[in-house]
């Protein structure tokens, strides 16, 4: 199974962008499925955007379409969720998540075996 790692969360002004990076290792990375969700205190985790193996779907929660751009280079290992225009409401944890591809959405937490360990995310002013 493969395992992951996100970084590149931080403290940041309203307005502001970040990248969050997810690095794969352990298995072959273009067979996965990738997705990102968040959790904030004492709420449940949340879908955020999702990219499938090979690129061919992509989708965003309607609160991330138009701001942030998810993306995956496959002979990195790598994939990345691209934030702009960050609002207080988007402080949470953010993860990143792997399954072997499938058909259906990618939307559904329960659908990832493999999940990192999360980055903060905090958007204050």
């Known amino acids: 199974q493969v395992h992951l790692v996100e970084s590149g969360g931080g403290l940041v002004q309203p307005g502001a962008s970040l990248r969050l990076s997810c690095t794969a290792a352990?298995?072959?990375?273009?067979?996965?499925?990738m997705a990102w969700f968040r959790q904030a205190p004492g709420k449940e985790p949340e879908f955020v955007a999702a990219?499938?193996?090979?690129?061919?779907?992509?989708e965003y929660d309607n609160s991330a379409k138009g701001r942030f751009t998810v993306s995956r280079d496959d002979a990195r290992n790598m994939a990345w969720l691209l934030m702009n225009s960050l609002d207080p409401q988007d402080t949470a944890v953010y993860y990143c998540a792997a399954r072997v591809m499938i058909l259906g959405s990618l939307m559904q937490p329960q659908s990832y075996p493999a999940w990192g360990q999360g980055t903060q995310v905090t958007v204050s002013s």
């Open positions: 352990g298995d072959i990375f273009s067979q996965y499925d």
């Open positions: 990219i499938s193996s090979g690129a061919g779907r992509i």
